[in-house]
């Protein structure tokens, strides 16, 4: 039987083996090098153990380990115990990205994982006039939102985009709005995220903004600012009378 503490992979269809294609009961797979050290060297897992493999696409699968050897692990997927997530209509309402300009790694890779397991399904880093870690390791901070994905019990992993300027960014958004936490209002309850969007309910208008833009440590310039506020679709707003730190103001905002 399964439970909770069983362990969880997440298995993209880019890493599937041609011949299967994707997750399916009776199907054999093979985990990635790195996942096969993790479930050798670190769980010490044995031969006939359970784990469940999952993707967005194909749901989540109790798995069996029907041969193991150092270095090679096979993995035959029974039962499935969850189907897939996709929905496009209901992803599209229910889609949060979060833009953040980068910051230093340990408090930046603690955003990642908090922000994964609070449902956000885009990241994107965006380079602004303060940011003081422009340089952002991709593949460290897919590997962050892929475990907190697995443990959090989410069927998918954000999205993680390259890093953009900010002005390209915002020339992006197209019909998109968007939310940036301003420290100018900080205070002013009117000015509040939850003022902005209890207003919103109010005057029956569209679902909440999808995106939330985080400055750097510093905040925005104060030309990024009047460029920001004078986009049409894009919103400051305040987070309190506080001045929070950058991955706190994520979860914060992320929260509300």
């Known amino acids: 039987m399964t439970t909770r503490k069983t362990q969880r992979l997440y298995m993209p269809m880019e890493h599937m083996p041609a011949q299967n294609g994707r997750l399916d009961s009776g199907v054999v797979i ?111 901070l897919r590997l962050i939102a892929t475990e907190a994905a697995e443990q959090s019990e989410r069927m998918s992993v954000p999205h993680l985009l390259k890093p953009q300027k900010l002005h390209d960014f915002c020339a992006g958004l197209g019909t998109q709005e ?39 440590e510093g905040g925005f310039s104060d030309q990024e600012t009047r460029f920001l506020l004078d986009q049409t679709g894009i919103h400051g707003v305040s987070l309190g009378s506080h001045i929070l730190r950058s991955d706190t103001a994520a979860i914060l905002a992320l929260g509300l």
């Open 30 to 140: 093979e985990p990635t090098d790195s996942q096969t050290h993790y479930l050798i060297s670190v769980l010490r897992l044995k031969d006939g153990a359970e784990i469940r493999v999952f993707n967005e696409n194909d749901g989540e699968f109790l798995a069996r380990i029907v041969s193991i050897s150092r270095k090679k692990i096979t993995l035959h997927l029974a039962e499935q115990i969850r189907p897939s997530v996709i929905a496009p209509e209901t992803e599209i309402n229910q889609s949060v990205t979060l833009a953040f300009a980068p910051i230093r790694r340990q408090r930046m890779e603690a955003m990642i994982e908090k922000a994964t397991e609070l449902g956000v399904t885009t990241l994107a880093p965006v380079l602004t006039a303060f940011t003081q870690s422009p340089h952002v390791n991709l593949e460290r």
């Open 178 to 216: 968007m939310i940036f936490c301003d420290e100018a209002q900080a205070g002013q309850a009117d000015a509040h995220m939850l003022s902005f969007l209890q207003h919103r309910k109010d005057h029956q208008k569209p679902d909440r903004p999808s995106i939330i833009l985080i400055g750097p």
